[in-house]
């Protein structure tokens, strides 16, 4: 077979349009003041930053997979009024500016917020401004990802494996942790990937909610925006620590998205 | 042991209605064509399709009942299920699948695994224990399947087309094998399949069901003998016509009037061979008294034999050796004239 040719036109905004994802990676990777690397990874702040992303981001992570995961099989197994209205609004994260999120958490869960103030005088849990506050701001605004891709695959996943586990005896609970879980392992794999990568990623709704104090709220992103200012240079270094991160999110889930070619 | 079921499910433009009764000494197999409802049938046995009208009872024990509104789970029914494309648990090994039915009823881990491999050794999988599925064969995943679905020891057994995921070369094995475990195995036995060697040769009753509805049941010999529909007619390869018998002679729907040397009367099948129709260029002379013409819609070969499918007042299947074949130089089209003698009518109570 003849190998196909692109039309002109279409050959050279291609071009253009890989040239506008490379260039500015291109520009981080060369401007990356790399004798100062060993010095901005290795500072106090920076090593603080790193911890703190890291804690968050996988907390939020567990988080998502532990109110994730049944809300997925709700959505994708029991039918009820209303369901894809429920299932919008749960996703709404997903597709709403982050900075709106940040908002809507300080409205329910801050001091004067809807629950909040019951939170603090209840159990003494304070959210806005504190750690457990970026966990929620991140699982608030990656939980979606791993909903969708779960639901998605227990959609597509083929039921009748589960018959046949229900007539070798298995009650459901015995079905859904032995048969339905380890089935749709790859999907549950690369929801928690890419909400994990959402998480770490999150600004915008951790600023807002959960503020940026160093060594508590201060994650990654924010670390960057802020050094930015003072010491462009280390800025340079982490935004690279957090492009390697992505890519191993990419290079993990290459068979998923990226084909086997 | 006994099964007794009365089931009417209604999938999209199924309506299936069948009441079925079978015992622990025979291996029954549900024979129909595809879309008949046989799937669904066991499917409703096993508590995976809700009924939405009628009964289960497996030894006098009530498993649904749709009057009720009782229904025992799927999990508790203890019904083996083999699928027709197997669904072994891809993630688990041979052995953890086998070994999966003892371990959700709460057998204890060494145990289930012991009395699995026991299994595997029974059905001649000795070194597989470790194996996934799919590093096995057809005839092997069958067979792992089988094991799996009587390792929990159920009171039966339902197989939906057992075979019809294996090729054609190791089907007959297969098939043996089969028949073997069926034989050892103590319990309710149905066979699902559109295959009628299969179910000759795995069955002691046959149930025909088309369309939803039960049609006709018999020894394999006896619906062989006396076809009650057209589908069965063909999968025995008979000509086969309904009517009403009267002295001597059947009158079809259409007021055709068919000589048969039978003295039944009343609602009747009249199967008549293929062999015994004779085929001629004239009218023929003599003896016959059924002689109809018509036209040649089809030749196919049949073993060494060719069948002539002709059409006319009557459509009949003549069955002719290939020299007859070319002497009545079939091809041009023309008119060509049948005739059987009425002692080759076989005539039954429909």
């Known amino acids: 077979m003849r190998r196909e040719r692109a039309p002109l036109a279409i050959g050279a905004l291609a071009v253009a349009g890989v040239l506008f994802f490379l260039v500015p990676l291109l520009g981080l990777v060369l401007r990356t003041p790399w004798s100062d690397a060993p010095r901005a990874l290795t500072s106090?702040?920076?090593?603080?930053?790193?911890?703190?992303?890291?804690?968050?981001?996988?907390?939020?992570?567990?988080?998502?997979?532990?109110?994730?995961?049944?809300?997925?099989?709700?959505?994708?197994?029991?039918?009820?009024?209303?369901?894809?209205?429920?299932?919008?609004?749960?996703?709404?994260?997903?597709?709403?500016?982050?900075v709106v999120g940040g908002i809507a958490l300080l409205l329910a869960f801050g001091r004067r917020g809807l629950v909040g103030g019951w939170l603090d005088a209840t159990f003494g849990v304070t959210l806005p401004f504190t750690t457990l506050g970026v966990v929620f701001a991140e699982t608030f605004v990656a939980m979606p990802f791993l909903v969708l891709t779960v639901e998605a695959g227990l959609r597509s996943m083929d039921r009748r494996f589960e018959h046949a586990a229900r007539t070798l005896g298995a009650g459901r609970w015995t079905v859904l942790t032995r048969v339905t879980l380890p089935l749709i392992a790859p999907s549950l794999f690369a929801g928690a990937v890419l909400c994990w990568a959402r998480a770490l990623g999150e600004f915008g709704a951790t600023i807002t909610f959960a503020g940026n104090f160093p060594g508590v709220t201060q994650t990654m992103p924010l670390a960057v925006y802020l050094l930015l200012e003072t010491n462009p240079e280390g800025s340079f270094v982490l935004s690279l620590i957090l492009l390697a991160v992505s890519l191993l999110v990419l290079v993990s889930l290459r068979d998923r998205w990226l084909g086997s070619a | 042991m006994s099964l007794d079921a009365t089931v009417q499910v209604v999938v999209g433009t199924l309506e299936l209605d069948v009441h079925l009764k079978t015992e622990e000494g025979e291996v029954v197999a549900l024979l129909g064509p595809n879309g008949a409802g046989k799937t669904t049938l066991l499917q409703a046995i096993a508590g995976l399709v809700p009924l939405s009208a009628g009964r289960v009872e497996l030894d006098d024990k009530v498993l649904e009942d749709a009057a009720t509104g009782q229904y025992v789970p799927t999990e508790r029914r203890s019904i083996g299920f083999v699928f027709q494309d197997y669904l072994l648990f891809p993630h688990l090994s041979v052995a953890d699948n086998v070994a999966f039915g003892l371990r959700?009823?709460?057998?204890?881990?060494?145990?289930?695994?012991?009395?699995?491999?026991?299994?595997?050794?029974?059905?001649?999988?000795?070194?597989?224990?470790?194996?996934?599925?799919?590093?096995?064969?057809?005839?092997?995943?069958?067979?792992?399947?089988?094991?799996?679905?009587?390792?929990?020891?159920?009171?039966?057994?339902?197989?939906?087309?057992?075979?019809?995921?294996?090729?054609?070369?190791?089907?007959?094995?297969?098939?043996?094998?089969?028949?073997?475990?069926?034989?050892?195995?103590?319990?309710?036995?149905?066979?699902?399949?559109?295959?009628?060697?299969?179910?000759?040769?795995?069955?002691?009753?046959?149930?025909?069901?088309?369309?939803?509805?039960?049609?006709?049941?018999?020894?394999?010999?006896?619906?062989?003998?006396?076809?009650?529909?057209?589908?069965?007619?063909?999968?025995?390869?008979?000509?086969?016509?309904?009517?009403e018998a009267d002295h001597g002679s059947v009158r079809l729907s259409d007021g055709t009037l068919v000589s048969a040397a039978d003295a039944v009367t009343g609602e009747v099948f009249a199967v008549i061979h293929p062999r015994a129709v004779a085929l001629h260029r004239a009218r023929p002379e003599g003896s016959p008294r059924n002689v109809w013409s018509g036209h040649v819609n089809g030749v196919e070969l049949y073993g060494d034999r060719a069948r002539v499918r002709v059409e006319g007042r009557l459509h009949l299947v003549a069955e002719v050796t290939p020299a007859g074949l070319a002497e009545l130089r079939l091809g041009d089209g023309g008119e060509v004239w049948m005739s059987f003698k009425a002692t080759e009518v076989a005539v039954y109570a429909a």
């Open chain 2, 104 to 243: 959700a009823r709460g057998t204890a881990k060494s145990v289930a695994r012991s009395r699995a491999l026991e299994w595997l050794e029974r059905v001649g999988l000795t070194g597989y224990a470790a194996s996934k599925p799919a590093e096995l064969s057809g005839g092997q995943r069958q067979r792992v399947a089988l094991a799996r679905a009587l390792a929990p020891g159920p009171r039966a057994l339902l197989l939906d087309e057992p075979l019809a995921a294996l090729d054609v070369t190791t089907r007959a094995a297969v098939r043996r094998d089969l028949k073997t475990h069926l034989a050892s195995y103590r319990g309710i036995r149905l066979v699902v399949t559109h295959d009628p060697l299969e179910a000759a040769v795995l069955a002691d009753r046959l149930i025909v069901i088309e369309h939803g509805r039960h049609v006709q049941t018999g020894t394999p010999i006896e619906v062989a003998e006396h076809p009650k529909s057209r589908y069965v007619a063909d999968l025995v390869g008979v000509n086969l016509l309904r009517g």
């Open chain 1, 44 to 98: 106090p702040d920076t090593l603080e930053a790193l911890r703190l992303s890291l804690i968050a981001s996988l907390s939020s992570t567990g988080l998502s997979i532990l109110l994730g995961v049944p809300l997925a099989w709700v959505y994708a197994r029991i039918e009820f009024p209303g369901r894809n209205l429920l299932r919008a609004l749960t996703t709404l994260p997903m597709v709403l500016p982050p």
